[in-house]
């Protein structure tokens, strides 16, 4: 089992800057992701990264602007949000797969174990 905490959500102004961090306990894991979720619209995946590290995918809506990063030795995945928009508002996940799983996605059936979610507000 994984249990996954996030933070670092909150209210920024558009052009502003958050950095999530999502930690696990339990045990370390595989591949990973952040997904978001805005009212009205299905979740949706922005980044993952694969478990050899060397793949990463970026939604085509946060390219350049967001980045995806893990810290072994503190087991916590981060999602640095720079440039924020409007349209950036929603909840956001982190996910990840088991460890010894050699499988990645950018599909939410492709995680395992999910954090609670933390809100990201932008606003103008």
């Known amino acids: 089992q994984v249990q996954l905490v996030e933070s670092g959500g909150g209210l920024v102004q558009a052009g502003g800057s958050l950095r999530l961090s999502c930690t696990a306990s339990g045990r370390t894991f595989s591949s990973y992701g952040w997904f978001r979720q805005a009212p009205g619209k299905e979740r949706e995946c922005v980044a993952a990264r694969r478990w050899n590290g060397i793949s990463i995918y970026y939604a085509d809506s946060v390219k350049g602007r967001f980045t995806i990063s893990r810290d072994n030795a503190k087991n916590t995945v981060y999602l640095q949000m720079n440039s924020l928009q409007l349209e950036d508002t929603a909840v956001y996940y982190c996910?990840?797969?088991?460890?010894?799983?050699?499988?990645?996605?950018?599909?939410?059936?492709?995680?395992?174990?999910w954090g609670q979610g933390t809100q990201v507000t932008v606003s103008s």
């Open positions: 996910a990840v797969v088991s460890l010894g799983e050699l499988r990645d996605g950018v599909q939410a059936t492709d995680y395992d174990y």
